[in-house]
């Protein structure tokens, strides 16, 4: 339907009010249940549950990508670099994680290192900092064809993607949290943020939205299953320039576009209902 079609449409009192056309035909949101692609999920470690959505696949790319930079590091004497494996960058990360749970003094990360905490045991300073510094994600060469995602128009046109540290990581990702699970019949679309903690603006995206819980961050509309409160999908917001050349948006307006994008890969299969608040939902987010 286009938008001269919804200029000749009416109001008509019916008589009675149908909700879901689909209760004619025995097929209810509550009658699809959600599934976890890990088989025995309730009895999983909490291993196997950060390995579904990080897998050690995905982990050696990172080392690949950061033992790759390192090569182009001047090292000093005392601070050669060794290689890098899949085993010491999860040691790595988990003392990252550790980091959120025990506060450190004067936010000084060293003092980690300190007899308190004792991360020697697990780690080197020397050697965690190295990692640090030639850390470096996965990216898109320039003449891949995802470069630059639905906006490598704009982006090609400035010759800079200003996601393209993040890009790659960003998009696996995203596969990932579509597949890790089939969601109930009820999913929800709205807004969050992915709050930044570090000291140095290099954030693409940064805003400050002073309503949110974390009001500093990435911006991204997200996808969520309902009937277990899981992330499914989300879309980091790159600017109206750049957003203006994605999926959809020749065919409606942008919030419908938005939602469209975000249940894109759940169309044509079961038939879910669609919880959205106004920034979506919409007269036109309905008939598209």
């Known amino acids: 339907m286009v938008l001269v079609d919804l200029e000749r449409l009416v109001w008509s009192n019916t008589g009675y009010l149908v909700t879901d056309q689909r209760s004619k035909t025995n097929s209810m949101p509550e009658d699809i249940v959600p ?3 890990l088989p025995n999920f309730r009895d999983e470690p909490l291993l196997n549950w950060f390995l579904l959505y990080f897998p050690v696949g995905t982990m050696r790319l990172i080392c690949d990508a950061t033992n790759d ?36 003094q004067n936010g000084n990360r060293r003092a980690y290192w300190g007899p308190l905490l004792n991360f020697g045991r697990f780690m080197p300073l020397n050697r965690f900092e190295c990692i640090l510094r ?7 060469a320039k003449d891949d064809t995802k470069w ?17 540290e993040t890009r790659k990581f960003a998009d696996m990702y995203r596969k990932l949290f579509q597949d890790a699970m089939k969601p109930g019949g009820w999913i929800c679309i709205d807004e969050c943020m992915f709050s930044w903690l570090g000291r140095v603006l290099k954030l693409p995206g940064w805003k400050i939205i002073k309503r949110k819980t974390h009001p500093m961050g990435l911006e991204s509309k997200a996808t969520a299953c309902s009937v277990t409160g899981m992330l499914i999908d989300f879309e980091f917001q790159e600017g109206k320039d750049v957003m ?17 994008r975000l249940t894109k890969r759940w169309h044509n299969m079961e038939k879910r209902t669609v919880i959205a608040d106004a920034a979506f939902a919409q007269f036109r987010a309905a008939v598209a």
């Open 244 to 260: 203006r050349h994605f999926e959809f948006i020749e065919e409606t307006n942008k919030s419908s576009a938005w939602l469209l």
């Open 134 to 140: 030639a850390f470096k994600l996965p990216q898109y």
């Open 69 to 104: 930079n390192a090569k182009t590091i001047a090292w000093a004497h005392d601070r050669r670099w060794k290689h890098l494996r899949v085993g010491e960058y999860m040691r790595w990360l988990g003392m990252w994680i550790l980091m959120t749970i025990y506060g450190a």
């Open 148 to 164: 630059g995602g639905d906006g490598a128009v704009e982006y090609a046109g400035i010759r800079y993607d200003k996601f393209q």
């Open 35 to 37: 599934l976890f692609r």
